[in-house]
């Protein structure tokens, strides 16, 4: 049975103090880690695809980057704007669907 | 143009009711999904689509059925409903099935008393 385990649950964060989000994972075989945002009361936007470790993508302040085991999404000097909950998900070679995460919920004060 | 809508965006009813949640795609993909979410879990998948009339189930899919007759919509389907099915239920769309780049729509509310 694929795993995802983020941490911290919730992490709150003054503007321009960067930090990273975790995600730990296990899985049988790994076709892609997948990284989404999701505002409160909408649905959740795809932000990023990881699919080997060593991999980085990188969007305006943010920055994932995988390995074996884990994946972490790096904040760089973040603005209130960024304030989300972010969920990590991962697919396996067994089984097509992906396996979500619970999420961290990010709160950048100005 | 959000390309995925989700009717009623918010629900309630009653225990024993029948209710039917509607999402509508308009770009033609393949592949469509319905997750419930709630506190302290991640997304939890119901059961998904990858046709017209082909469907399959997900890790949560007791209690719920789905139906896909034409490729923008998929419905899913609570033939009595319980307290327990009182959730945020999101339909998601994707190009392939080995793409985990999903689009999600706005949400539907569901709030089973």
């Known amino acids: 049975e694929d795993q995802v385990t983020q941490s911290p649950e919730a992490l709150r964060l003054q503007e321009g103090e960067s930090s990273s989000l975790n995600c730990s994972y296990t899985?049988?075989?790994?076709?892609?880690l997948f990284w989404y945002r999701q505002d409160p009361g909408k649905g959740p936007e795809f932000l990023f695809t990881?699919?080997?470790a060593g991999e980085e993508k990188e969007k305006e302040r943010l920055k994932a980057t995988l390995t074996k085991k884990e994946s972490f999404l790096h904040i760089t000097a973040p603005k209130p704007e960024d304030s989300a909950t972010y969920l990590c998900?991962?697919?396996?070679?067994?089984?097509?669907?992906?396996?979500f995460g619970k999420g961290t919920m990010l709160l950048v004060s100005p | 143009d959000a390309g995925i809508t989700q009717s009623p965006r918010h629900k309630v009813t009653e225990t024993g009711t029948p209710v039917t949640l509607r999402c509508h795609q308009t770009?033609?993909?393949?592949?469509m999904y319905w997750y419930r979410q709630d506190p302290g879990h991640g997304l939890r998948l119901i059961h998904y689509?990858?046709?017209?009339?082909?469907?399959d189930k997900g890790e949560v899919s007791d209690g719920y059925s789905v139906s896909r007759s034409k490729t923008e919509d998929f419905l899913l389907t609570l033939e009595s409903a319980t307290s327990s099915q009182t959730s945020v239920y999101f339909c998601?769309?994707?190009?392939?099935?080995?793409?985990?780049?999903?689009?999600f729509g706005e949400g539907s509310r569901l709030t089973v008393l």
């Open positions: 998900a991962v697919q396996g070679l067994r089984y097509s669907t992906l396996t």
């Open positions: 899985v049988s075989g790994l076709r892609g």
């Open positions: 990881l699919y080997s």
């Open positions: 770009e033609n993909h393949r592949y």
């Open positions: 689509s990858y046709g017209v009339k082909d469907t």
């Open positions: 998601a769309m994707s190009t392939s099935g080995s793409t985990g780049e999903l689009f």
